[in-house]
C-alpha cells in the first residue's frame, strides 16, 4: 500500500474530531469532580463481536471484548468508586467465563470495588462473581451449583434401527469424533480424555471459588455436593453476601460509600453511570491522533464456528478470511493481528489453507492467537501458524487428529423399497456412495488418504510450536486437553484472554503501554462499537 499523505492526515483529522467530540460529551454527561459507580449489564451468553439486533427486541448479548475493555479501564480511573456488575443468562464455555473472572479479579486488585448482582447463577456464573469484593442476590433467586457434567450422545442404536450403517475411519487413538455414530458407549480412551478434562475443569470451579469466597477447597466440594441452594442458604453457606431486592442497592451502595469515606453524610445519594456511555466517551476512546503518523492499529480478528470451503457469513469460511487476511496484511497502518479462534474445526483442506495465509502474515506482522472455548482440530491447525498462543485455563484444546467416512443407507433405502443403481468405472468409482459400504481395498485408500492429512497437520503444529515430530505426535492422536496442560506439553505459550493477547502483540510490535493503539475489530459489522452509544448523547442534558 502506497502511503496518501493527504488522505492519512484528513483520516487523523477526523479520528480528532471524533475524540473532541467524545471530550465535549464527557464533559456534558458524565460526572466531572465527584465519584461515580459504574453500571455494568453483562448479558449471557457474551459474544465475541457486537450483534445486531432490532430497537423493539430483546436487548442483545453483551460483547465480550467490549465488558473486558470496560472493567479495564474502571480499573485505572479513579473517579469510579465501584462497578455493579449485573450478570443475566448463561454466560458461555469456560474460556469466557474466566476471561470475565480474571477482567473482575483486576478491577478489585486495583482497588475499585466491584459488586455483582444478579437474580440467578448457576456455578460458572459463580465463578465469575467470587471474583468480586460482594455479590447480592434477591431472596428469591436461585443459585444452582450442583457441580460440573460432560455427557455425550450416542446415535448407533437408532441407526441400527432404520438399517444405517456409519463407515468411520479415524487417525489417532482418541479422536472421538466418530463415535456417536458408531458406539453404544465412550470408548476407553475417549472416556479416560474427558475423566481428565473434567478433572482440570472441576479443580479450576473449586479454585476459583475457594480463593474469592475465602473457602477451603475441600469446602468448597462439599457446597457443591450439597446444592442447589436457596439464596439465604447460600449466605449462610459463604457463598453470597446479601439477600437485596433491586430497590436496596441504591441504599446498599451509599453504606458501602460511607464505610470507605465515613465523613459522607447519611443522606449522600450515589451518582451512577450506564457502561454503554462510559465505554463510548473513555473506554473505546484512543485518544488524540498525530496527524502525520496517526496511531498505531491492532487487528483484532473473531473466527468463531466450523471451518468450510469457499465465502460466506457463517462459521470461517476459507475464502472469506482469506481475503480479510490478505487486506490486513497489505494495510500498513495495522502492526500487529490477534486472532480470537472459537472453533472445532470442520473442512482439513480448508484448514491448510488458512494456515498458509496466517503463515504468511506473520513473517510481516506478528500474529497472536487467542483461544476461546474450543480451540480443536481444524481450528487447532489454523492456531498453530501464529507467533504466539494465549488460552484460558479451560479451553478444550489440540484434537491433533483425523476422522472421515460416510453413511452406509443400503439398509434404510431396502426397508423403504428405495433402488438406486449406477454405472461405475475406474475401480474406485463408489468409494462415496451411499448406497453400499466400503470394500477392503477402498478403506484401505481411505485411511491411507486420512493418514496423509494427520501427517501434515502433525507436521504443520510441530513446526509452529518449535517441537519435534516425534513429541506432537505424542501428544496428538486426536486427544482433548485443557489450556492449563495444553500450557506444560507446549500446544499453548500462556494462559490469558483477549486483553492479554492484545497487549502480547503490542509488546511484539514494540508498542509500549504508554502509548495509545487503535483495536480494529474483524470481520466488520454494521454497528460501529460505540457509535451508536455516541448518538443516543447527541441531545445534551
Known sequence: MTPNLPIDIARHAGGNLVHGVRRFLDWTNLPQRERFWLDLNVRG?????????????????????????????AAADRQIDGVMVRISGPLGGMSRVLSLRRAIAGTVASGTRVVVYAEALEVEGLLVASAASEIWMPESGSVFVVGLRLESFFLRGVLDRYGVVPEVVSVGKYKSAGEPFTRDAMSPENRE????????????LVAGIAAGRNLEPDAVRGIIDAGPYRVPEAVKAGLLDRCLYPDEIDAALAELAREESPGAGVGA??????????????????????????????????????ITRGTGNRGIASDSYRELLEAIRRDERVIAVVLRIDSGGGDALASDLLWREITVVAREK???????????????????????????????????GVVGGKANLEGLYRRFGVAKQAVERGARAGLLSETRGFTADEKRAMR???????????????????????????????????????????????????????RAARSRADVGPERSVIVDRYPRRPRVPGVRDLARLLPLR
Not at 451512577?272 to 473513555?282: F, K
Not at 491522533?289 to 492499529?297: M, Q
Not at 516425534?470 to 505459550?493: C, F, H, P
Open 45 to 73: 451468553p457474551l459474544e465475541e463481536l457486537p450483534t445486531l439486533h432490532s430497537p423493539f427486541g430483546r436487548k442483545p448479548a453483551s460483547n465480550l471484548l467490549e465488558v473486558l475493555e470496560t472493567l479495564d479501564a
Open 193 to 204: 480424555q474427558l475423566e481428565a478434562l473434567a478433572d482440570d475443569l472441576y479443580d479450576e
Open 269 to 306: 445519594s450515589i451518582r451512577r453511570v450506564e457502561s454503554p456511555i462510559y465505554y463510548a466517551l473513555r473506554a473505546a476512546d484512543p485518544g488524540w491522533h498525530p496527524l502525520v503518523t496517526g496511531l498505531p492499529r491492532i487487528a483484532y480478528v473473531a473466527a468463531r464456528g466450523t
Open 366 to 400: 506478528p500474529v497472536v492467537v487467542s483461544m476461546g472455548d474450543v480451540v480443536a482440530s481444524g481450528g487447532y491447525f489454523v492456531a498453530s501458524a501464529a507467533d504466539e498462543i494465549l488460552a484460558e485455563a479451560g479451553t478444550i484444546t489440540g484434537s491433533i
Open 448 to 502: 491411507s488418504e486420512l493418514s496423509a492429512v494427520y501427517e501434515n497437520f502433525v507436521a504443520r503444529v510441530a513446526e509452529g510450536r518449535k517441537l519435534s515430530i516425534e513429541a506432537t505426535d505424542e501428544i496428538a492422536q486426536g486427544r482433548i486437553w485443557s489450556g492449563a496442560r495444553g500450557v506444560k506439553n507446549g500446544l499453548v505459550d500462556s494462559l490469558g484472554g483477549p486483553l492479554e493477547a492484545l
